[in-house]
């Protein structure tokens, strides 16, 4: 029942920016935790990004201090801000919600940082 659905995503060189959204198909965002996951080809997808209901903000060592997670509870909306962008940011972004004892995603969108 729960959909993501993102965009955003796209080729930037390195040094850009880009901002992901993700956009929820009811108003969850703001009472389960969410965020913002990412898969490089041949490596283990990790957690770029998370907030809580509460509005704590987790990142990963590899983005931290580039990389800003937010969320518009009236537009029922997460984005990710990505600034400084690095070759080793490229990859298929994915968005979150845990809803009780489910993981939802959303269909991933592709960031390509390259000269």
């Known amino acids: 029942q729960v959909q993501l659905v993102e965009s955003g995503g796209g080729l930037v060189q390195p040094g850009g920016s880009l901002r992901l959204s993700c956009a929820a198909s009811g108003s969850i965002f703001s009472i389960y935790p969410t965020g913002w996951y990412r898969q490089a080809p041949g490596k283990q997808r990790e957690l770029v990004a998370g907030?809580?209901?509460?509005?704590?903000?987790n990142y990963a060592d590899s983005v931290k201090g580039r990389f800003t997670i937010s969320r518009d509870n009236y537009k029922n909306t997460i984005y990710l801000r990505m600034n400084s962008l690095k070759p080793e940011d490229t990859a298929v972004y994915y968005c979150y919600i845990d809803v009780r004892d489910r993981r939802y995603w959303g269909q991933g969108t592709q960031v390509t940082v390259s000269s």
């Open positions: 907030i809580t209901s509460g509005g704590s903000t």
